[in-house]
C-alpha cells in the first residue's frame, strides 16, 4: 500500500475481489499462502477467503511442540554456521550475529534475515543490505505523525540498542539495567487507515513488528494472547535503518546538521553560536506556531534536538544522555566519550524565553549555563575527558540565542567545578 495515495478504500475492494475470485472458486487450487502479510482482519482484503488461518512469528508451539511455520521466516542459526562452514568463513558467524541476528520466535529460535546473509554471502562484505531492499515512505509518514510519548519510548530503545556495542540486545533484555523494551500490545487486526491519524504506541509498534523493525523478547508472551509483548531492535542492520529515519522524521539535512554539531567537538563554539539559530529556525519552519502552544513548539524542538544527537553520536564513540542525574541535578543533554581518544565532552541546557527579546534570551542562556555550574553537572566525568563545551539555548517561537563557554581540565582524577578553567566564550550575534 506505499503507493496508495489516498485511494486505499479502492484498492482494497479491487484485491478483495481479485483474489477472492482466484482463489475461493478456483476448482484448480486447494490451498493458497501467502507470506509478508500484515495481521489479517475482519475487513482485510483476504476476508472473501474461508477459514484463514494466521501463523506469525510467535505462534504458540501446538502439542507436537513445534511452532507452525515460525522457524521458517529466515536462516536457523544451524542453516548460517553449514553456510559459513561452505564459505569457510565459520570465524564471522559472532559479526553476522550482531548484523543479521536477532529475531526470535516464541521457541527461541534465533532467526536472520535472508535478504541480508544472501547479499553478505554473495559479496563477502559485511554491510546495510536492508537499507536498499524496500521502501519505507509509509513507515516514515506514520512516525512523522506520532505524537511526544510515542517519540519519547523509541527514543529509549535507540539508546538501548546503542549501549549494547558488541551484545545480543534481547539477550539484554532483563540483564543490563541500561537496555529498555517497549512493552506493549500487539494488535490482531490492523488496517493501514488505522495509522491515518495519530498513530497510538500498539498499533505503530504492531506495524513495526510486523515489518521487521522490531523483535520479540523470548518469554515476553503472556498464554495464547500478545498481551504486555517486549519489543526491541534487533540488530545493527535494523538500527541503521532507524537513524536514517531519525533525520526524515525530524526534518533535517544530515551534512548541514552535522557540520555545525560537529563544531563544538572542535571547540569552536562561535560556529556553532552563529550557525545553529538558522538551523533552527530551518527546522521549525514546518510547524504552524499559530496552531502550537510555545510550550509545545518547546517540547517538539527538544525531541528533535535528542533524536538528532542520538542519530549522530550515540554509539561506539560517544554516549548521549537526555535528563540523566548528574551532580545535583539532570542536565537536559550531554555528550559524553565513551574511548580514550575522544576528549571533549559537551553539555546542553536549554530555556524557554518569554519574549522575542535580545535582552531576555541572552540572560536566560546566561542562567542556563549558571545552572549547569551551579548543579555540578562537570562532575563525574570520566578521567580521559580533558575539554568540556558548556551550551546555553534559549528558544521562544522559531528563535533561538545561544551562549557557549570551553573549558580545560586543570587536575587529574576525580574533579569539582572549580578544577575546569573557562578558555574561550562566545554568544549569537558576537562578530569574530
Partial sequence: MENARGFYDNVHDFFKTMYSSVAKENTYVDKVLFVGTLPLGQTSFLSGFNNVVVYPMHEKPSCSGRAIFSDTFGFTENEIKYLLEEKKQNEKLDELRLYYNGYRTSTGVHIYNPHSVISYLDKDEIDNYWINSGSTKTLVEILKKCGSGVKDRLENIIHSHSFCKDKDVVESVGQDESVVSLDVELMPYLRYNDLDTKPEINSLCTLLYYSGYLTMVPGSLVGHTVKNVKLVIPNREVACQWILWIFEVIGMEYAKTNEIYESLFKKD????CNKFPSLYMEVVSCFDIADLKRGKLYETWYHI?????????????????????????????????????????????????????????????????????????RMSLPDHVKEIVEVGIAFCDKVAFVSARCLKRNKEGITTNEDWTVVSEWETGKVK
Avoid: C
Wanted: proline share 3%.
Fill in 305 to 377: 534536538f535528542v533524536l538528532g544527537a542520538l542519530a549522530m553520536y550515540h554509539g561506539v564513540e560517544y554516549r548521549v544522555e537526555s535528563n540523566r542525574e548528574a551532580g545535583v541535578g539532570r542536565p537536559d543533554v550531554r555528550i559524553i566519550p565513551i574511548i580514550q581518544n575522544k576528549t571533549v565532552s559537551i553539555t546542553y541546557e536549554f530555556k524557554r524565553s518569554d519574549a522575542v527579546d535580545f535582552h531576555i534570551m541572552k540572560q536566560d542562556t546566561t542562567d542556563a549555563l549558571n545552572q549547569i555550574f551551579d548543579k555540578g553537572y
Fill in 269 to 272: 563554539i562561535a560556529t556553532f
